[in-house]
């Protein structure tokens, strides 16, 4: 005689990392699931389901959609950071965005895989591709991915989901090509909220002024804090630059890099002219400087950029050899370095991220298009290419943690 009761069910629980409990993510999986489709697999982030068949997509599809799902998915990964291992990269090449996952293993077996198959490179389709000209990335965080329009519109994206938000910018539209500008994007997780940071500096009078956007309550203020007026200039970060015509490609390179809830930017100082690291905190919404990675420039060696290692602030640079110097700086006062030497012909790299779960790191070439990884592990050390991407058009990677979050619900998924 069978006593176990009426069959229900499956749940779905999760271990709670912080915590160190478990919860409930899913109190009841779709019926029309069998057993031998429910195997349960982390996928960057994303929970999901092995062998799903089409009768049963829908039904899975709204269970995973419903707010309840969302709160908790969220709740899930909220303990996550920077320092993870960077599996999963957002590409923009031109007009076109792509998702790669990466994967690696201590037996040396490198393979690209995707969300999606068998494919090392997914090309994703944005359902708001044709209402723009131009986009340009701003960051990602927490799963979502946020762009902004040359109309001055943001556009705030899950690609996993296929949902996306629209926020209009009334400071940007028909007039932003007289303005040097900066841009951060970034969870906060003590307000839980998701913010813009946006810096205009005007190009005839050089005044700085920072508006950060609340996607919690859909409200853009500005920052009053009259100290980095002095701070700091924009329109000094690159030589090329020119305050009468202020050139797309400055607009393009001055993305944020974000490391634990702060921005960090490449900005001049005003009273002797040399460049230095500025950092704006999401949470405080202050300025500060960030005096343990100094930046150097003459006639052989010059830090070009700043870049995302292993969960810290790195900056990279290239002497006269055409050298690569790549700084960490893992704590202050305590900095590792990665020299690559030009034989490995990586002296036109335009970015970096990193690492991989064995130690390895993304790298982009600023002429070939193309993205390859770094293994400073090995002996000698080993320069993989991967992908090549379309050359004349702007290369942009970063790193990327899939979410089930709705942009078009963040208020009411952050307050439950």
């Known amino acids: 005689m069978d006593t176990r009761g009426p069959a229900r069910n499956p749940t779905v629980v999760g271990f709670n990392l912080v915590h160190e409990k478990f919860e409930t993510v899913l109190d009841s999986v779709p019926g029309s699931i069998t057993p031998w489709n429910q195997s349960l697999c982390d996928m960057g982030g994303c929970l999901s389901l092995h062998g799903l068949?089409?009768?049963v997509s829908k039904c899975w599809h709204?269970?995973?959609?419903s707010p309840q799902f969302g709160n908790a998915h969220f709740r899930f990964r909220s303990f996550l950071h920077s320092s993870l291992p960077t599996q999963c990269l957002f590409v923009q090449s031109g007009h076109k965005f792509y998702f790669l996952c990466y994967d690696d293993d201590d037996n040396g077996d490198d393979e690209i895989v995707s969300y999606y198959g068998t494919e090392g490179l997914r090309r994703l389709n944005c359902d708001f591709e044709a209402l723009f000209d131009k986009l340009y990335l701003v960051g990602t965080s927490n799963g979502l991915v946020c762009l902004l329009s040359s109309s001055g519109v943001f556009v705030i994206w899950n690609q996993i989901t296929y949902q996306f938000r629209k926020i209009s910018d009334p400071y940007l539209v028909n007039s932003?090509?007289?303005?040097?500008?900066?841009?951060?994007?970034g969870y906060v997780s003590s307000v839980n909220d998701y913010k813009i940071v946006r810096i205009i500096e005007m190009a005839n009078t050089l005044e700085i002024m920072v508006h950060v956007f609340s996607l919690k309550s859909n409200e853009c203020r500005r920052i009053h804090h009259e100290s980095f007026q002095?701070?700091?200039?924009?329109?000094?970060?690159?030589?090329?630059?020119?305050?009468?015509?202020?050139s797309l490609q400055s607009f393009e390179t001055h993305r944020g890099i974000?490391?634990?809830?702060t921005l960090y930017w490449i900005a001049a100082d005003m009273e002797i002219w040399e460049r230095k690291i500025v950092s704006f905190n999401l949470a405080l919404e202050t300025f500060d400087e960030f005096p343990y990675l100094e930046l150097a420039s003459s006639d052989v060696y010059r830090d070009n950029f700043l870049c995302l290692m292993g969960g810290c602030l790195s900056k990279c640079g290239i002497n006269m050899r055409d050298d690569v110097y790549v700084t960490i700086s893992k704590s202050p006062g305590r900095k590792e370095s990665i020299f690559l030497l030009r034989d490995m012909g990586l002296g036109s790299c335009q970015d970096l991220v990193g690492f991989t779960r064995t130690g390895k790191f993304f790298i982009v070439d600023r002429y070939s298009k193309e993205l390859g990884l770094v293994d400073p592990g090995s002996s000698p050390m080993k320069h993989t290419p991967l992908v090549r991407f379309e050359r004349g058009c702007n290369l942009d990677i970063i790193n990327h943690v899939p979410s089930l979050i709705s942009p078009?619900?963040?208020?009411?998924?952050l307050e439950e």
């Open 62 to 65: 709204s269970a995973i959609s």
């Open 408 to 413: 078009s619900s963040i208020g009411d998924l």
């Open 53 to 55: 068949s089409i009768s």
């Open 258 to 261: 974000l490391v634990n809830e």
């Open 230 to 246: 002095n701070l700091f200039s924009l329109g000094k970060m690159m030589s090329t630059l020119s305050y009468a015509n202020v």
């Open 176 to 185: 932003w090509r007289h303005w040097t500008l900066s841009w951060g994007f």
